[in-house]
């Protein structure tokens, strides 16, 4: 895929806010790392937090954060080349004064990139701070995720960002839409001629899509309090896998089409009603810090979709994701229709699957395709056995590292626009606030039992993290 934004000019500075925060810590930092030792980043990397901290005792985080993340330390010569780009402003965001300060950090920078790791709370103030000091000038600026919490504040988002950025220099940070496995999705329906043809209500049943997390909130109760599993992995990452899966074939090879035919799917998608969606709570979540003693906020989430269009009418999509389920695992499973005529005793539904396509997406990232096969002997009866590619790539851009370096160089086909946003935000605003009360589930299981009641005449397939299963009957 190519795109003409692919021409623009590449950001002269780094600066992002929350630079002493959590996700600079996991995140920001290992990543600047790896673009160091690949030769991405030398431009000057501007930290800006409000914290009375001081740039050595920022570097010191920095170097904590690299030997604590997968990999360590392993190119010393890399980290001293990071820490010498690196510079430090310490300021209230609303503070005028911190603007000015970041201004002089910023002298012989003409085309800064500023990243918004910070609260959404914050998101406004620093965008008009950075207007009013006149950092906005030819300037980008990296929004991470949320978007909003509904499509009202995800529109006055927006509005805000576009009274100071051009649409053009807003990058919308999904790190999800960075890895290499989501990418593979894009690649494998459009690069392989046998998909096409199957790939439509005549021969889909259904499809299934589970990200699942065997650990809980992390601490971060008060946080979740504010957002819960719909808006926080449903609305966005899991509806980025369904347009992909589900989008006509862009009409030019540019990701600006892919965007377009993505828009396309979020616009038919039917709006969920209340009967459409299946809330948990895992025991134990009323316990954390930060959480309120009677709360209703769910930690599992389960869907049925379904996309209006002619390619998928009347093909549910079930979707789901949770917090101390089973397995860390996420994966994808496209169930076909059986034949058209039972010619074996054993080639039916009742007997296990029907022929399928299984993408893990994590871990051990697998493609595979299931098939029938007879049995030794006389009798018609066979096993439903798996034709698996491992798609493991070692050594593979990082999704923050990937992310981080198109948005420099001002590439946005990974990043959504403003418009799917919005469209997205219009599918689950029904039941937003109009649902029922989650449904208590046990840490350890795979949600509660109630989540099964979406799916009719089949069953959700529980994600294995292990070697390639084979279905039998």
Same mark, same amino acid.
């Given at each position: 895929?190519?795109?003409?934004?692919?021409?623009?000019?590449?950001?002269?500075?780094?600066?992002?806010?929350?630079?002493?925060?959590?996700?600079?810590?996991?995140?920001?930092?290992?990543?600047?790392?790896?673009?160091?030792?690949?030769?991405?980043?030398?431009?000057?990397?501007?930290?800006?937090?409000?914290?009375?901290?001081?740039?050595?005792?920022? %570097?010191?985080?920095?170097? !904590? *954060? $690299?030997?604590?993340? /997968?990999?360590?330390?392993?190119?010393?010569?890399? =980290?001293?080349? +990071?820490?010498?780009?690196?510079?430090?402003?310490?300021?209230?965001?609303?503070?005028?004064?911190?603007?000015?300060?970041?201004?002089?950090?910023?002298?012989?920078?003409?085309?800064?990139?500023?990243?918004?790791?910070?609260?959404?709370?914050?998101?406004?103030?620093?965008?008009?701070?950075?207007?009013?000091?006149?950092?906005?000038?030819?300037?980008?600026?990296?929004?991470?995720?949320?978007?909003?919490?509904?499509?009202?504040?995800?529109?006055?988002?927006?509005?805000?960002?576009? %009274?100071?950025?051009?649409? !053009? *220099? $807003?990058?919308?940070? /999904?790190?999800?839409?960075?890895?290499?496995?989501? =990418?593979?999705? +894009?690649?494998?329906?459009?690069?392989?001629?046998?998909?096409?043809?199957?790939?439509?209500?005549?021969?889909?049943?259904?499809?299934?899509?589970?990200?699942?997390?065997?650990?809980?909130?992390?601490?971060?109760?008060?946080?979740?309090?504010?957002?819960?599993?719909?808006?926080?992995?449903?609305?966005?990452?899991?509806?980025?896998?369904?347009?992909?899966?589900?989008?006509?074939?862009?009409?030019?090879?540019?990701?600006?089409?892919?965007?377009?035919?993505?828009?396309?799917?979020?616009?038919?998608?039917?709006?969920?009603?209340?009967?459409?969606?299946?809330?948990?709570?895992?025991?134990?979540?009323?316990?954390?810090?930060?959480?309120?003693?009677?709360?209703?906020?769910?930690?599992?989430?389960?869907?049925?979709?379904?996309?209006?269009?002619?390619?998928?009418?009347?093909?549910?999509?079930?979707?789901?994701?949770?917090?101390?389920?089973?397995?860390?695992?996420?994966?994808?499973?496209?169930?076909?229709?059986?034949?058209?005529?039972?010619?074996?005793?054993?080639?039916?539904?009742?007997?296990?699957?029907?022929?399928?396509?299984?993408?893990?997406?994590?871990?051990?990232?697998?493609?595979?395709?299931?098939?029938?096969?007879?049995?030794?002997?006389?009798?018609?009866?066979?096993?439903?056995?798996?034709?698996?590619?491992?798609?493991?790539?070692?050594?593979?851009?990082?999704?923050?590292?990937?992310?981080?370096?198109?948005?420099?160089?001002?590439?946005?086909?990974?990043?959504?626009?403003?418009?799917?946003?919005?469209?997205?935000?219009?599918?689950?605003?029904?039941?937003?606030?109009?649902?029922?009360?989650?449904?208590?589930?046990?840490?350890?299981?795979?949600?509660?039992?109630?989540?099964?009641?979406?799916?009719?005449?089949?069953?959700?397939?529980?994600?294995?993290?292990?070697?390639?299963?084979?279905?039998?009957?």
């Amino acid at each position: 895929m190519s795109d003409r934004s692919r021409n623009a000019l590449a950001s002269d500075a780094f600066v992002f806010f929350g630079a002493t925060g959590d996700l600079a810590y996991k995140m920001i930092f290992p990543a600047l790392y790896r673009m160091v030792k690949r030769g991405s980043l030398s431009v000057p990397v501007i930290g800006v937090a409000y914290s009375q901290w001081d740039l050595a005792r920022l %570097s010191e985080r920095v170097r !904590d *954060s $690299i030997e604590q993340s /997968d990999g360590g330390i392993d190119d010393p010569d890399a =980290l001293e080349r +990071l820490l010498s780009l690196l510079s430090y402003v310490d300021g209230d965001y609303g503070d005028p004064n911190t603007f000015s300060a970041l201004g002089r950090a910023l002298e012989g920078a003409h085309r800064p990139a500023h990243y918004l790791a910070i609260p959404p709370a914050l998101f406004a103030t620093v965008t008009m701070g950075l207007g009013a000091a006149g950092l906005a000038r030819d300037a980008r600026v990296i929004v991470e995720k949320p978007f909003g919490r509904d499509l009202a504040s995800a529109r006055e988002l927006n509005r805000t960002l576009r %009274s100071v950025f051009p649409e !053009d *220099s $807003i990058f919308r940070i /999904d790190h999800f839409l960075g890895k290499e496995e989501i =990418l593979n999705l +894009l690649y494998f329906r459009f690069a392989n001629s046998f998909s096409e043809p199957i790939w439509n209500r005549n021969h889909i049943a259904s499809v299934q899509i589970t990200l699942a997390e065997q650990f809980g909130v992390q601490g971060r109760g008060a946080f979740y309090e504010t957002a819960g599993c719909l808006r926080d992995v449903i609305e966005n990452h899991v509806f980025q896998i369904v347009a992909l899966l589900a989008m006509e074939p862009p009409s030019y090879q540019g990701f600006g089409a892919v965007r377009r035919e993505k828009f396309n799917i979020f616009k038919a998608m039917r709006p969920l009603d209340a009967d459409d969606v299946v809330r948990g709570q895992f025991t134990g979540y009323r316990d954390e810090a930060g959480v309120a003693n009677d709360s209703d906020v769910e930690t599992f989430c389960a869907v049925r979709l379904f996309i209006d269009s002619w390619r998928w009418s009347g093909v549910p999509w079930y979707l789901r994701s949770g917090k101390c389920l089973a397995e860390t695992a996420a994966e994808v499973l496209v169930e076909l229709k059986p034949p058209p005529q039972r010619l074996f005793d054993d080639s039916t539904p009742e007997h296990g699957l029907a022929n399928y396509l299984r993408f893990r997406l994590a871990p051990n990232p697998v493609i595979a395709l299931a098939a029938r096969v007879k049995r030794p002997g006389e009798e018609f009866l066979g096993d439903q056995r798996e034709l698996s590619l491992l798609n493991a790539q070692p050594n593979k851009e990082q999704p923050y590292e990937r992310l981080l370096g198109d948005a420099l160089a001002g590439q946005d086909a990974l990043f959504t626009s403003a418009e799917n946003v919005e469209a997205a935000w219009a599918v689950v605003a029904p039941v937003l606030d109009h649902h029922d009360r989650a449904y208590p589930y046990e840490p350890g299981s795979w949600g509660p039992a109630r989540a099964d009641t979406l799916i009719t005449n089949a069953h959700w397939r529980n994600p294995t993290t292990g070697p390639s299963p084979a279905s039998s009957p």
